[in-house]
Antibody, heavy 120, light 108 residues
Framework: QVQLQESGPGLVKPPETLSLTCTVS?????????WGWFRQAPGKGLEWIGS???????YDNPSLRNRVTILIDTSRNQFSLEMGSLTAADTAVYYC?????????????WGRGTLVNVSS | SYELTQPLSVSVALGQTARLTCGGD??????VHWYQQKPGQAPVLVIY???NRPSGIPERFSGSNSGNTATLTISRAQAGDEADYLC???????????FGGGTKLTVL
């Protein structure tokens, strides 16, 4: 069974940088598939941030591109998100997930999510 | 950018059939996926590639996609089906993952 777990700070001050890590178990990320980051602001819908392949290739949301870096570490079976210049509008639950964009583009496994509060 | 439109809320009587819609331009040319999300929980995939159910999802959940509208049908609605339901596509022309705004299903 594939499992994903987000880790990182729950509180970040503006305009600092958020760093989150997703640890994958039950599947070797070097075996394939894309691995993505998503977020959901309080009371709002889901927003795709970006997805990374095991080779390091990244597809990202152009509305966030200038602030986002997504990396993958196959040796640790982890991938990460860095988002800079944070504002209160970035307060959200952040999810990592497996992105099957080569198979119709659905998301089959999700982490439980981690709440990030951006506040001074 | 591609947009998906969902009604904010749908109500269904206990034991009846709920039909939740997702609208988009020429949506039938894309694969539509549906997620159930309960408060404080991560989304759960309930339908993928228009009509397919992942293992563990009851047969009461079914999907269709035609023209500009995809539909998630929940038969014999139960109290436990109360949740937000989100539709999603992968726009191959832009490579973006796109979600609808979600529909809150209330079982009366």
């Amino acid at each position: 069974q594939v499992q994903l777990q987000e880790s990182g700070p729950g509180l970040v001050k503006p305009p600092e940088t958020l760093s989150l890590t997703c640890t994958v178990s039950g599947y070797s990320i070097s075996s394939g598939y894309y691995w993505g980051w998503f977020r959901q602001a309080p009371g709002k819908g889901l927003e795709w941030i970006g997805s990374v392949y095991y080779t390091g290739d990244v597809y990202d949301n152009p509305s966030l591109r200038n602030r986002v870096t997504i990396l993958i570490d196959t040796s640790r079976n982890q991938f990460s998100l860095e988002m800079g210049s944070l504002t209160a509008a970035d307060t959200a639950v952040y999810y990592c997930a497996r992105d099957l964009r080569g198979y119709g583009g659905y998301i089959d496994y999700w982490g439980r999510g981690t709440l990030v509060n951006v506040s001074s | 950018s591609y947009e998906l439109t969902q009604p904010l809320s749908v109500s269904v009587a206990l034991g009846q059939t709920a039909r939740l819609t997702c609208g988009g331009d020429n949506l039938e040319n894309k694969h539509v996926h549906w997620y159930q999300q309960k408060p404080g929980q991560a989304p759960v995939l309930v339908i993928y590639r228009d009509i397919n159910r992942p293992s563990g999802i009851p047969e009461r959940f079914s999907g269709s996609n035609s023209g500009n509208t995809a539909t998630l049908t929940i038969s014999r609605a139960q109290a436990g089906d109360e949740a937000d339901y989100l539709c999603q596509v992968w726009d191959s022309s832009t490579t973006w993952v796109v979600f609808g705004g979600g529909t809150k299903l209330t079982v009366l």
